[in-house]
C-alpha cells in the first residue's frame, strides 16, 4: 500500500506568489494535518482535517489556508508568499483522530521563496 | 502550550555502542502522548517508539528503548547497538489526550561513526 505522497517534491516561488501543495493520505485514514519545518527546526503545526471538516489550527496567519477533500485528500494554500515561508511542508494522516492512533509523514514538499 | 525541548543539537556515536537523546517536556496535563521520530535526509518523519503517559513502564521496539520520568517530565532514547543506517535527526514530540496535533522539539542530529 502506497503511503502519504505529496506532490509538488520542490518548488519555487516568487514574493507575493500563491502556493498549493498537495496530500494523500494512506487508503483507509480520514485524518489529514499540515506541517511547516523550516530549516533546522522541528515541525510546527499548521492545521489538521477529519471528515472534511478542520478539527484544529496552529499559530498561522490568515494567508495559509486548507480543505480536505470527500476523498480524503487535502491542499493547503499559502497566499502572498514572504521569504519567510520557504521551508518543509510535511503532510501527515491517521485512521482518525484518536489519539491512539498512529500518525504517518509523507516526505514532504519544499517550497523555495525567492 | 505545551513545549518540547532538546538540547543536545548534535550527537555521534561509535558504530555498536549505545547512546542516549535527552528530551524534556513542559505540560499541566496528566494524560498524553511522547514519541520518538526519526528523520533520515530523504526528510519522512519515521515513528521509532511511543510512550503512552498512563504507563509506568518504558516502552521498547528492538534496539530503541525510552527512559520515561514523569515527575520530571523527562523523555530520554536509548539506542543500542547503534548501526550506520541510524544516522538522521531525532526529534522528540508530545501529544495532547484526544488532540491530533504534535508538539515537535528542536531535533538531534546523530552521527554514526564506523
Known amino acids: 500500500d502506497a503511503g502519504v505522497t505529496q506532490s509538488p517534491t520542490h518548488l519555487i516561488k516568487t514574493r507575493g506568489q500563491q502556493v498549493t501543495l498537495r496530500c494523500s493520505p494512506i487508503s483507509g485514514h480520514k485524518s489529514v494535518s499540515w506541517y511547516q519545518q523550516v530549516l533546522g527546526q522541528g515541525p510546527q503545526f499548521i492545521f489538521q482535517?477529519?471528515?472534511?471538516?478542520?478539527?484544529g489550527r496552529g499559530n498561522f496567519p490568515d494567508r495559509f489556508s486548507a480543505r480536505q477533500f470527500p476523498n480524503y485528500s487535502s491542499e493547503l494554500n499559502v497566499n502572498a508568499l514572504l521569504l519567510g515561508d520557504s521551508a518543509l511542508y510535511l503532510c501527515?494522516?491517521?485512521?482518525?483522530?484518536?489519539?491512539?492512533?498512529?500518525?504517518?509523514f509523507g516526505e514532504g514538499s519544499w517550497l523555495t521563496v525567492v | 502550550a505545551q513545549t518540547v525541548t532538546q538540547s543536545q543539537p548534535e550527537m555521534s556515536v561509535q558504530e555498536a555502542e549505545t547512546v542516549t537523546l535527552s528530551c524534556t517536556y513542559d505540560?499541566?496535563?496528566?494524560?498524553?502522548?511522547l514519541f520518538w521520530y526519526k528523520q533520515p535526509p530523504s526528510r519522512q518523519m519515521i515513528l521509532v517508539i511511543r510512550q503512552e503517559a498512563y504507563k509506568q513502564q518504558n516502552a521498547t521496539e528492538n534496539r530503541f528503548s525510552v527512559n520515561f520520568q514523569k515527575a520530571a517530565k523527562s523523555f530520554s532514547l536509548k539506542i543500542s547497538d547503534s548501526q550506520l543506517g541510524d544516522a538522521a535527526m531525532y526529534f522528540c514530540a508530545y501529544r495532547s489526550q484526544g488532540a491530533q496535533k504534535l508538539v515537535f522539539g528542536q531535533g538531534t542530529r546523530l552521527t554514526i561513526n564506523p
Open positions: 482535517y477529519y471528515e472534511k471538516e478542520e478539527r
Open positions: 505540560t499541566s496535563e496528566s494524560d498524553y502522548y
Open positions: 501527515a494522516s491517521s485512521l482518525g483522530s484518536s489519539t491512539g492512533n498512529t500518525i504517518y
